[in-house]
């Protein structure tokens, strides 16, 4: 059989896969950035959103630290983490054992039912708006604003 790698040890893909970054046997590497690369980041890019007072969950009273996954709170629009968002929409469903909730987008939820065990193909049996469809709010304008949309 000709083998172009004949007595080499890589065969194919890149060398050292699963032994840390070094390639060493091993070493382990902890991916964490010192010395003069972390000093000389710019201060923007250590935190973008640092110049901004914190923004507290109205469900739960908890700060909300990525912004942008948070969805509109019903009472007002303020922003919500979207766990509680979930958890608040799944308290006031009675599900059969086949159906779960979902978040399917555009500020809404949906119950939906499975076709197999796989969970691949599913039904929407009833769409749970969140949101108020078509609204613009003023901390999803300042998210925009940042990254330039």
């Known amino acids: 059989m000709a083998d172009g790698n004949n007595g080499s040890k890589r065969r194919f893909g890149r060398r050292g896969r699963g032994r840390g970054?070094?390639?060493?046997?091993?070493?382990?590497?902890?991916?964490?950035?010192?010395?003069?690369?972390?000093?000389e980041m710019p201060e923007e890019q250590k935190s973008i959103f640092s110049?901004?007072?914190?923004?507290?969950?109205?469900?739960?009273?908890?700060?909300?630290?990525?912004?942008?996954?948070?969805?509109?709170?019903?009472?007002?629009g303020q922003p919500v983490h979207f766990d509680c968002a979930l958890a608040s929409v799944?308290?006031?469903?009675?599900?059969?054992?086949?159906?779960?909730?979902?978040?399917?987008?555009?500020?809404?939820?949906?119950?939906?039912?499975?076709?197999?065990?796989?969970?691949?193909a599913f039904t929407v049996k009833r769409r749970l708006q969140w949101e108020k469809e078509g609204e613009?709010?003023?901390?999803?304008?300042?998210?925009?604003q940042r990254i330039g949309l």
């Open 90 to 120: 799944s308290e006031g469903e009675r599900l059969e054992p086949t159906e779960r909730i979902a978040y399917i987008g555009r500020g809404s939820f949906a119950v939906v039912e499975y076709r197999d065990k796989s969970m691949t």
């Open 21 to 39: 970054r070094s390639g060493a046997k091993g070493v382990e590497t902890t991916g964490v950035q010192d010395g003069p690369v972390a000093a």
């Open 51 to 76: 110049d901004q007072p914190p923004v507290v969950c109205s469900i739960c009273g908890k700060q909300i630290f990525d912004l942008s996954s948070a969805l509109a709170g019903r009472d007002g």
């Open 136 to 144: 613009k709010y003023d901390w999803r304008r300042a998210i925009q």
